[in-house]
C-alpha cells in the first residue's frame, strides 16, 4: 500500500510538473516565471469566441457596435501596428485572429480575451480622453493578458484546487459544453480581478509592446494616473479587474525608461 501511495505522488509529481511553462519568451524587461496550466489552450478559446460573439450581438442588438468609426478605424490602426511585435513574446502570435471592436457605452472599460479578441469602450477613450500613445498602453497591457494566458493559468489554479468550475478536456465534447466554456473565459477574462503578479508582467510586456510599436511608453505612467485621479470621484470599471496602487506606478516609471530606446527606434526615419 505505501508502494502504491508512493508510485502514486510520483506520477502526480511528474503529471503536474509537465503543467509548468511559460507562455511567452522574455522580452527585454525579462517576464520569465513559469506558469501552471492545466486546462487545455483549446478550451479557453473555444469558450473565449463564444463569450467574444456573444458581447458583439448583444451590442448590436443594443445598436452600440461600432457606431463611431473614426475611433474604431483608430482603435484597428493601434491594433495592427502593435500585432508584429507580438513575436517578440510569442512566434505563433501574429498569426492569432485578433480583432477589435469599439462598443458605445460609457464605462471605463477595456479588455482582451484569450485569443486576441479586444473590446474598448466608448466611455474610456472619450473620459479620459485617450491619445493614440494612451490607447496603444492599454491595449498592450490587454493583449498582454492574452499573451500570457492569465486566463487560462487562473483557470487551471482553480481546477487543481478542485473549486467551482469542472473543467475536463471530455467536458469540451460535452452538448452545451461551449456554453460552459464561454462562461468560463468570460469569468477568467472580466470578472476576476488579476493578480498583482499578473498585473506586473502585463504591465512589462504591454508596456514594451507599445513601445516597439512606435507608441510613447511614458503614456502607460500617465494613463494609470489618469485612472487613479477620476477613480477618487467614481467607480472604474477597468481598476476592479486591474487593481492598481502607487508602488506599480513606480515599477511602470522604470519599465518605460528601459523600452524608451525601442520607441525612438521605432521612429527614427519618421520625422
Ligand atoms: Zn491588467
Not at 463611431?68 to 485572429?97: C, E, H
Not at 496603444?136 to 494566458?149: D, K, T
Request: proline share 3%; glycine share 6%.
Amino acid at each position: 500500500m505505501r508502494i502504491y501511495n508512493y508510485l502514486l505522488l510520483t506520477f502526480l509529481t511528474i503529471f503536474l510538473t509537465g503543467c509548468l511553462s511559460t507562455t511567452t519568451q522574455s522580452g527585454a524587461l525579462g517576464v520569465n516565471r513559469s506558469q501552471f496550466m492545466m486546462v487545455p489552450a483549446s478550451a479557453m478559446e473555444e469558450g473565449a469566441n463564444e463569450a467574444y460573439k456573444k458581447v458583439l450581438s448583444d451590442a448590436k442588438k443594443e445598436d452600440t457596435l461600432n457606431k463611431d468609426v473614426k475611433t474604431l478605424q483608430r482603435l484597428k490602426t493601434i491594433m495592427n501596428n502593435i500585432i508584429p511585435q507580438t513575436a517578440v513574446f510569442r512566434q505563433d502570435a501574429p498569426r492569432w485572429n485578433w480583432e477589435v471592436n469599439l462598443i458605445n457605452e460609457d464605462t471605463l472599460n477595456a479588455w482582451c480575451m484569450p485569443g486576441g479578441k479586444i473590446v474598448f469602450y466608448s466611455g474610456i477613450i472619450d473620459r479620459l480622453d485617450l491619445d493614440d500613445d494612451e490607447i496603444a498602453a492599454i491595449m498592450g497591457h490587454e493583449m498582454a493578458h492574452a499573451l500570457r494566458e492569465h486566463s487560462r493559468e487562473r483557470a487551471s489554479q482553480d481546477e487543481l484546487r478542485n473549486l467551482t468550475l469542472a473543467i475536463t478536456q471530455e467536458l469540451i465534447g460535452a452538448p452545451g459544453a461551449v456554453m460552459q466554456l464561454a462562461d468560463i473565459a468570460t469569468y477568467y477574462t472580466f470578472s476576476l480581478p488579476y493578480s498583482r503578479e499578473h498585473e506586473r508582467e502585463a504591465d512589462r510586456i504591454g508596456v514594451e509592446l507599445a513601445a516597439r510599436a512606435g507608441y510613447n511608453p511614458n503614456s502607460s505612467v500617465k494613463v494609470w494616473e489618469k485612472m487613479g485621479e477620476i477613480s477618487t470621484s467614481e467607480p472604474i470599471e477597468l481598476l476592479s479587474t486591474h487593481p492598481s496602487n502607487q508602488s506599480r506606478i513606480n515599477s511602470l516609471k522604470e519599465d518605460a525608461k528601459k523600452v524608451y530606446v525601442f520607441y525612438e527606434r521605432a521612429n527614427e526615419g519618421k520625422k
